[in-house]
């Protein structure tokens, strides 16, 4: 079954806000990855955090991890027009007998930066 | 200079064909991967090689065989197309790690239509 579910499906912002994108997971993990999708593009990854972290910044970008809600969020701090992106988060489920299977993706948010 | 790099970026073809997706990536790692996105944006993994040797074969219809020629390309042959086949398909990359799945690095997608 999916993994990764984000929250909202479809967020839009003026130039300025910041963003905010949750993700919500079933399994314990190794790490949660987040990546961004353009418009006709291949996905890009923007940041990866492991188990053990609870907070990591990127430049304008901040995720939190929760391992005991099984959640994380993505916020995007003073958004621009370039943002405008589809946003998934991909967790890395963590086997019973350690060591790590495939990656699974949820069905991303998509965020609109209104200039 | 591009790191994974996919042909054709459009392929149109009628149901019953036969087609090849071609990938190839320059960043020297060890996994390859081909995802398939469909029109609600759900990214799944179709299949995995590791040193030209498959680690993960989803459930996918046999009419879908990938081939790994060495470990900087894996191409995908679709015997029999069928309508339902219709969907982006991302060739990926990584390095492959024991104990997590490591970032991946996603081509620009092939959109595939099948009338």
């Known amino acids: 079954s999916q993994q990764g579910e984000e929250d909202p499906q479809a967020l839009s912002i003026q130039e300025g806000e910041n963003a905010t994108m949750n993700c919500s997971y079933k399994?314990?993990?190794?790490?949660l990855q987040w990546y961004r999708q353009n418009s006709g593009r291949g996905l890009v990854h923007l940041i990866l955090i492991r188990s053990n972290e609870r907070e990591k910044h990127s430049g304008r970008l901040r995720v939190t991890l929760d391992t005991s809600k099984k959640s994380s969020s993505l916020l995007i701090t003073a958004s621009r027009a370039a943002d405008t992106a589809s946003y998934f988060c991909?967790?890395?489920?963590?086997?019973?007998?350690?060591?790590?299977?495939?990656?699974?993706f949820g069905k991303g948010t998509k965020l609109t930066v209104n200039p | 200079d591009t790191a994974v790099s996919q042909t054709p970026k459009y392929l149109v073809t009628q149901m019953g064909n036969d087609k090849s997706i071609k990938c190839e990536q320059n960043l020297g790692h060890d996994t390859m991967y081909w995802y398939k996105q469909d029109s609600k944006k759900f990214l799944k993994i179709m299949f995995s090689?590791?040193?030209?040797?498959?680690?993960i074969n989803e459930t996918v219809p046999n009419r879908f065989s990938p081939k790994s020629p060495d470990k900087a390309h894996l191409n995908l042959h679709i015997n029999s197309l069928e309508l339902g086949d219709s969907a982006v398909y991302f060739c990926?990359?990584?390095?492959?790690?024991?104990?997590?799945?490591?970032?991946?690095?996603f081509g620009n997608g092939t959109r595939l239509t099948v009338t």
């Open positions: 991909a967790t890395d489920p963590l086997l019973t007998q350690g060591g790590s299977e495939k990656l699974v």
């Open positions: 399994t314990s993990i190794n790490n």
């Open positions: 990926a990359s990584s390095s492959r790690k024991k104990t997590e799945n490591s970032p991946l690095h």
């Open positions: 090689y590791n040193n030209k040797e498959l680690i």
